[in-house]
Structure formats: C-alpha cells, structure tokens
C-alpha cells in the first residue's frame, strides 16, 4: 500500500502557474502508476493527467493538454503537475492517485486527500 498527500494548491489569477506535488511514503514508488484528478463543485471527479508505471508514457485531458505537464521523480517518490496558462475553469479540488498497474484507469487503487486550487478572473 502506499500514501499519496498533496500540496502547492492555492489561489492564482488567470493566466498564472502553480506546480503541484504528491509525496509518496509507505510502498516502492516505482511500482505504481500515477496520475491526478480534479472535481470542482457540483461536478464528478474527472481525469487530468496520467503517467505510466515506467515514467515513459505520459496522457491528458483534451482541457489541458498544452499546458498541463506531469512528471515523476523516483529518487524523491514525488509526482508533480506543472500547470501553466490557468483558467477560471480550471478551479477544483485536485487529488494525486496511485494504480499498482502499469497506467492509472479510472479507479485507482489509492487516492491522496487534495489541494485546492482556485484560479480567478
């Protein structure tokens, strides 16, 4: 099993950047795949970014591609989602997840506990 806890949420204007990060303890983070996922009020969670278990393969969402990236770093145990060009639509509560397969799917098998991330107009 694995612990997923988030951080570098916050509040930006429009058209800024913030850089999201999930720290994993507990398990060998090389064996998961992880992604992020957001839902903003009212709304289902839905899916933002993935990265395959080998770090090679990355995939996004039709809303952020271009100016979302994610990336992992090993040696750290740490997920990051560099986010670039925010929009007011952009705004939720966003979770870090963890898949003991080789992609994160649509039900991961762990989830972190969020960091908001509020972007203004």
């Known amino acids: 099993q694995v612990q997923l806890v988030e951080s570098g949420g916050g509040m930006v204007q429009a058209g800024g950047s913030l850089r999201l990060s999930c720290a994993a303890s507990?398990?060998?983070?090389?064996?998961?795949?992880m992604g992020w996922f957001r839902q903003a009020p009212g709304k289902e969670r839905q899916f933002v970014a993935g990265?395959?278990?080998?770090?090679?393969?990355?995939y996004y969402a039709d809303s952020v591609k271009g100016r979302f990236t994610i990336s992992r770093d090993n040696a750290k145990n740490t997920v990051y989602l560099e986010m670039n060009s925010l929009k007011p639509e952009d705004t939720a509560v966003y979770y870090c997840?963890?898949?003991?397969?080789?992609?994160?799917?649509?039900?991961?098998?762990?989830w972190g506990q969020g960091t908001r991330v509020t972007v203004s107009s």
């Open positions: 997840a963890a898949t003991i397969g080789v992609a994160v799917g649509t039900s991961p098998d762990y």
């Open positions: 507990g398990s060998t983070f090389s064996k998961y795949a």
């Open positions: 990265d395959t278990r080998s770090g090679i393969s990355t």
